[in-house]
C-alpha cells in the first residue's frame, strides 16, 4: 500500500490518505507518553503525507484528541 494514496469519501467529498495515524498510543493508552515524543510522532506522520489522524475520546480520556489537535494545529 502506498501510505499516502488518497481516499476521497463519497458524501463529504472530504479527502484523506488511506494509511492513517492512529492516536492510542499517545492517549497513554498502552504507556505514558511524553508530550515532546507525542508531537515528534504526529510531525513525523504529517512529514510522511499521512493525512488521516484517528482518534477517541477513550484514548487517555481525551489525551489523545487533545494532543491531537494541538500536534496538527
Known amino acids: 500500500m502506498d501510505p499516502v ?3 476521497r469519501w463519497p458524501r ?3 479527502e484523506t490518505t488511506l494509511m ?3 492516536a492510542a498510543p ?4 498502552f ?3 511524553s508530550e515532546e515524543d507525542s508531537a515528534a510522532l504526529i510531525k513525523a506522520a504529517w ?3 499521512v493525512r488521516y489522524f484517528d482518534t477517541a475520546p477513550m484514548y487517555g480520556h ?3 484528541e487533545a494532543r491531537c ?3 496538527l494545529r
Open 5 to 7: 494514496a488518497k481516499r
Open 12 to 14: 463529504s467529498g472530504l
Open 20 to 22: 492513517g495515524f492512529g
Open 26 to 29: 499517545i492517549g497513554n493508552i
Open 31 to 33: 504507556r505514558s507518553i
Open 47 to 49: 512529514d510522511a503525507g
Open 62 to 64: 481525551g489525551l489523545s
Open 69 to 71: 489537535g494541538q500536534g
